[in-house]
């Protein structure tokens, strides 16, 4: 599917995430599970995930807490809340705040790879303009924070005429 992808799972209820774990290793999907919003903020600069897949309310947080994680990570990653059952509520809280994606069960194929495909297509763009913007700054270009136009921290080429 996507070449070494790697999920970080941050769940503590086996019995939704299971069923996932296997779809996730049907699809080469390497995932390493851990239970609580620590244990995901130390492992994250370590194994650098590109996507993380969170259950709504942890130990110690909930996915806001992973979302607000992600915002401050050391590399962009992306965030897909997993739920119980199909919430649709819930559903517009993640998109409004901030996370991926939404997804519940049952874990299909074909709908879960689309999910994980454009989860990792969207950590790559970002990884990539964020390689690009440090590899500018070390080159002393100008900085964004000069008045150059800003989509989600980036700086963007305005066009002739605006």
Known sequence: MIDRLFALLVQNRPEVFEPLRMALRDLSVEAYSVATCQQAYDLIPQCKPQIIFTESFL????????????????????????????????????????AFDFIAPP??????????????????????????AAMAN?????AASMGQRQINGFPVARAKGI
Do not use: Q
């Not at 590399?75 to 819930?90: E, N, Q, W, Y």
């Not at 070390?138 to 100008?142: D, E, L, R, V």
């Open 138 to 142: 070390s080159a002393g270009w100008p």
């Open 59 to 98: 130990v110690d947080g909930s996915w806001i807490s992973i979302a607000e994680m992600a915002e401050v990570a050391n590399v962009p990653l992306s965030v897909i809340v997993v739920g119980a059952v199909p919430d649709t509520r819930l559903y517009l809280s993640v998109m409004e705040r901030g």
């Open 107 to 132: 874990f299909e194929h074909e709908p879960l790879e689309f999910v994980i495909r454009s989860a990792a297509l969207n950590t790559s763009r970002c990884r990539k303009a964020v390689a690009k």
